[in-house]
């Protein structure tokens, strides 16, 4: 073939669409490896030449992930404006300055007040469009974290030689690698040779398995899963043992981390509105449709004033316009429109949010994104991972099996504890300080025959090497040291040990007892690793450990409980197999532990320079060293359920939220932890709720979605990246609200496209991090539960205070409509509405956000994403409140106007002047009326006086019963923060004491209204004066029945409910 057959080049890929790397549909996989060097023009011995692969880069591009140009900075800031109630702010900031402006011109102040508004609200929009835009540009950075677990470098072969450290963008298919132990795999790989006897690769967060997988060159099924191809290594992927020979099949874009990356762009390109934003922009939309009709009332009411004209012989002449009072209408118009629109509920939300975020982080749950908080509230189904989030995700044993007195008898251990801390639980009925020789052996082999430790990070508990392995070591702890032992103390309080042989006293002392000199590497075909160890006494021994088949099939005796050895027969050997079946049935992985001492050419083996070296050096001949092997017991290990998981199954179960759980894992394996932990019941019929991936993949999508409806939890093993997408996918699309949990770079694109996604804190990769909306730092199934009720809590938080501001803006829309029906002067300007609404509403709403929650939170059927926010009660409701709100700020400024006491109260100690309802209602007619004048009055240390023209008194004048209209409106607003304590519950079982931070909002907002009126300069800028204690009793006089009016409709609300839920009650049970 010469330098790899280079120069015939490789037959022309298929081309895809234009921008993308051709694809080779070569299923490298299913072919011998002769084949694949054929169909890749390549030898392994000589690699590609430089002119060859320079050829293929330009076919295939650079091995490296595309970089998907997100939105411009530009594009972000306007996408801020899509939403209905920014674009009505906008306009109303617009029309608001433009009239600013047109005044000062014509004459009028061009001072700070007139621009107060328009300035406002373009700061708030400023704000939120800052924020948007800081949120939206973090959505890209799942895509960058992905690009940061490629490999960098790669040993590659080129012209015979091994180049150690290309950079691995330069790669192309047909590239001979060489992959060694910590390696990071470079591109998507057929191994061709292993150099070492085994090779494993940590493909977990790529695959979702939760072990190393061994890895083989020899070719397997062509329609095998990506578990499957064991004769593959991944781009992305470790190897943690052995080297091998590989040739590159995929770069770049074309290998399966390249096919992740393109899912998560794809997810993050049709991320959809959270449920709240959706309600909130159909608020918006009515709003402007209500806005339109009552501005148009407005003008239409007020056309005498501004467009006359006479009638002459019958017919309409003489038209006048008065563009001074067209300007004024429309004022009251722009005013209306700030009064309708809700300025500060943004930044409640956000607070409220943000305050809900602390309480998650509290309880280990992690949000990265504000709105997931109130999704969160109406999940209805949790997608969730096995390992890890369901279990520990630290392999334990479970179950240790021991030889018994006779050879037909065996004993049984249970094992406590389920994380690799060796002081989490005990080994029960366990002989403490009696410890057998049969057992002393088992402690042996797992002490020794292992390359495992255990490591502590804080209060973390990790594994050093193989899980399994390290779960051996934990159990050697718990089962103590040999009677008589003296040296457990000294090496668990020495000085000189580090922090992870502390925790492992008994494997040291039993690795200071015999020491080994040779190891015999695990392979896939004999199934067992063994080690030669020598004594302080200079005796060698074989330990082994392995598949309990296969030490049993090379085991010629066993030792019995006190040390003797006898035959193994047909019995025992049964027996033992027996019980093998039954701990695999449990889902326990189990291992063999077995040992020789008649080692033959071994008896004197002391290294290297021993003549037998020689035949450790070729692993063919390790079955045979592995025969006639005395058996001593086995283990049974599991990756066990947290033991707190049961509880939170039950809490969804009852919370109305499905789960699902969608893992790599095999079938038998996550079957049996899910009966554990309360997914299937133990004699449930999981037939149909059981399925792989790859089963579900070839039903039709009525068939897919009839599994997905089934009541209670399902199970979905084997599961491909492209298998959870779908689900997402179906479960969104039949209307639910979808939480996907997840840890590997796999599960990017699933957490991507759910409505919250999850990962994992722990074990999760950044790639799922960064593609989530929370992140788990315990990796705990249960908090997830916990913040869903934490997020219900939010929302009818949220709900209260929403409703709470729509109310009070109601009431502001028809002070304003009320003003320009009747004709009065204009009671309250656009400055201090948006005062009263970003401002003074503001501390009351975002306490509302602490109302404490519901005890049977969590016993409610989740709310469905299209709820309404307010019902057609709830509407009504405030439709009253609001009236009354319009009625008692407009009918205040009337009364300082017309009546000299209102309900004993004397209001004409300031010395104004009253006029009649009709003076008032026509008080644009002022210059024709004759005689009429008007006495000065006081406003705290101000002096008001009209004679050089007495019509002022109508304008310049109003400012005391302004300023008694926006004291009630605040005041009201603050007795009605205490109604929306409760939707339907009376001040006397909820009484405002339940929420002691209302109270202080209360007194914030209440302070916050005194100093505008109180200083001088911020009164000025308001349009504003201090009021007296007769003028502030009038207030409370007005203000207060809002509260008296608000419990009657509870009581109808309460009585309506009931009448209702009893109807409901009789009509079951005449149906029943």
């Known amino acids: 073939m010469g330098k790899g057959g280079q120069d015939e080049g490789m037959p022309s890929p298929p081309r895809p669409a234009t921008g993308a790397s051709p694809v080779d549909c070569f299923p490298a996989w299913a072919r011998d490896e002769a084949e694949c060097e054929a169909h890749y023009k390549v030898s392994m011995e000589q690699g590609l030449s430089w002119e060859e692969a320079e050829r293929r880069r330009e076919i295939y591009g650079l091995n490296e992930l595309e970089r998907h140009e997100g939105p411009s900075v530009w594009r972000l800031i306007l996408d801020q404006f899509e939403d209905t109630l920014v674009r009505i702010l906008l306009v109303a900031a617009v029309v608001s300055f433009v009239l600013a402006w047109y005044d000062g011109d014509e004459g009028g102040e061009m001072g700070i007040t007139a621009f107060v508004e328009p300035l406002v609200i373009f700061l708030i929009l400023i704000a939120n469009a800052v924020v948007g835009v800081w949120q939206e540009s973090n959505a890209e950075k799942a895509l ?93 992927t470790t190897v943690v043992n052995g080297c091998c020979i590989c040739v590159v099949t995929q770069t770049g874009m074309n290998t399966e981390i390249g096919k992740v990356h393109s899912q998560i762009h794809e997810a993050s390109q049709t991320e959809e509105d959270t449920p709240l934003k959706k309600k909130l922009n159909e608020f918006g939309e009515a709003l402007t449709a209500i806005i339109g009709v009552i501005c148009a009332l407005v003008w239409l009411i007020n056309v005498k004033y501004f467009f006359t004209w006479e009638y002459v012989n019958g017919w309409p002449a003489n038209f006048k316009f008065s563009f001074e009072k067209c300007t004024y209408y429309f004022e009251i118009a722009v005013a209306l429109a700030v009064a309708a629109i809700p300025e500060g509920l943004p930044a409640v939300i956000t607070t409220c949010l943000a305050l809900g975020t602390r309480k998650m982080a509290q309880k280990n749950a992690l949000v990265r994104k504000l709105p997931s908080v109130e999704t969160l509230g109406c999940t209805t189904v949790i997608c969730s991972d096995k390992t890890g989030t369901l279990t520990t995700n630290q392999n334990s044993v479970a179950k240790l099996v021991a030889m018994g007195r006779v050879p037909e008898s065996i004993r049984t251990f249970r094992v406590e504890g389920t994380t690799y801390d060796p002081s989490d639980g005990k080994i029960l009925d366990w002989p403490v300080g009696e410890l057998d020789p049969n057992l002393q052996m088992v402690a042996k082999i797992a002490a020794l025959c292992n390359d495992a430790g255990i490591a502590k990070t804080g209060n973390q508990f990790s594994a050093n090497g193989m899980p399994t392995e390290a779960a051996l070591k934990v159990l050697v702890e718990k089962m103590g040291l040999p009677p008589g032992s003296s040296k457990i103390t000294s090496l668990r309080t020495s000085s000189r040990l580090d922090a992870t042989e502390v925790y492992l006293g008994c494997c040291k002392w039993w690795s200071h007892q015999e020491h080994r000199i040779a190891t015999l590497e695990f392979d896939r075909m004999r199934k067992s690793m063994g080690v030669i160890v020598k004594s302080k006494s200079g005796k060698n021994t074989l330990l082994v450990k392995g598949a309990v088949e296969n030490l049993l099939e090379r085991s010629s005796y066993i030792q019995l409980l006190d040390g003797s050895v006898t035959v193994l027969d047909d019995d025992t050997r049964k027996h033992i197999l027996s019980t093998l079946h039954d701990m695999s049935s449990s889902a326990l992985r189990c291992l063999g532990f077995a040992y020789k001492e008649e080692l033959s050419e071994f008896a004197t083996y002391d290294g290297e320079n021993h003549p037998a070296h020689k035949i450790l050096l070729d692993p063919s001949n390790y079955p045979a060293i592995e025969t006639d092997l005395i058996f001593v017991g086995l283990a049974g290990l599991r990756d066990p359920p947290r033991q707190e998981v049961h509880k939170a199954i039950e809490d969804c179960r009852a919370a109305g939220i499905k789960v699902m759980v969608i893992t790599g894992d095999n079938k038998h394996t996550a079957e049996a932890i899910c009966r554990e932990i309360g997914i299937f019941s133990p004699n449930e019929d999981i037939l149909r709720k059981s399925i792989t991936g790859r089963e579900f993949m070839t039903y039709s999508n009525e068939e897919r979605l009839k599994i997905l409806r089934q009541p209670g939890g399902l199970l979905f093993s084997r599961a491909e990246p492209r298998h959870k997408q779908e689900i997402v996918k179906l479960l969104k699309a039949d209307g639910e609200v979808v939480a996907m949990t997840g840890d590997g770079v796999n599960d990017a694109p699933a957490l991507k496209l759910a409505d919250i996604g999850i990962a994992m804190g722990i074990a999760g990769t950044e790639v799922a991090k960064e593609a989530s909306d929370m992140v788990l730092a315990d990796d705990n199934f249960s908090t997830i539960v916990a913040a869903v009720g934490e997020g219900r809590s939010i929302y009818n938080n949220m709900k209260a205070f929403i409703r709470y501001m729509i109310s009070s803006n109601i009431g502001e829309v028809a002070s304003i409509f009320l003003t320009a029906a009747l004709g009065i002067p204009e009671g309250l300007i656009p400055v201090q509405l948006l005062w009263v609404n970003l401002v003074t509403d503001g501390p009351p709403a975002t306490a509302l956000g602490f109302n404490p929650p519901d005890k049977d939170i969590m016993k409610k059927p989740p709310r469905r994403s299209d709820d309404s926010l307010i019902n057609a009660w709830i509407l009504f409701r405030y439709l009253v409140i609001g009236l009354y709100v319009g009625i008692a700020t407009v009918g205040v400024f009337i009364i300082w106007y017309t009546c000299g006491s209102f309900m004993g109260i004397d209001l004409t100690l300031d010395g104004h002047t009253l006029v009649t309802y009709s003076q008032l209602k026509d008080w644009g007619q002022c210059p024709s009326w004759e005689g009429f004048n008007v006495t000065s009055f006081t406003a705290g240390s101000r002096v008001f006086s009209f004679d050089a023209n007495p019509c002022d008194y109508f304008q310049a004048g109003k400012v005391k019963a302004t300023t008694l209209s926006l004291s009630v409106l605040v005041a009201i607003e603050m007795f009605n923060s205490l109604n929306a304590l409760s939707e339907d519950g009376s001040l006397v079982t909820m009484p405002p004491w339940v929420n002691p931070w209302l109270m202080l909002a209360m007194s914030v907002s209440f302070g916050l209204h005194f100093l505008i009126l109180y200083v001088p ?56």
């Open 144 to 236: 960058e974290a992905l690009k940061r677990i490629q490999s960098e470098t790669a040993m590659v072969m080129r012209e015979g030689a091994f180049v150690p450290s290309l950079p691995a963008a330069e790669l192309v298919p047909g590239d001979i690698v060489e992959l060694r132990v910590g390696d990071k795999v470079p591109a998507d790989m057929r191994i061709l040779k292993l150099i070492s006897s085994t090779v494993r690769v940590e493909q977990g967060s790529l695959t979702g398995e939760s072990i190393t997988v061994n890895k083989t060159h020899h070719r397997v099924e062509e329609d095998a899963d990506i578990q499957g191809k064991e004769c593959m290594v991944f781009a992305g």
């Open 1017 to 1072: 300069f911020l009164a000025e800028v308001f349009g504003i004066v201090p009021l007296s204690l007769n003028e502030w009793l009038l207030v409370i006089a007005v203000a207060f029945p809002v509260i008296l009016i608000d419990e009657v409709l509870k009581f109808i609300g309460r009585c309506t409910t009931r009448t209702q839920a009893e109807g409901v009650k009789r009509e079951k049970q005449k149906h029943a």
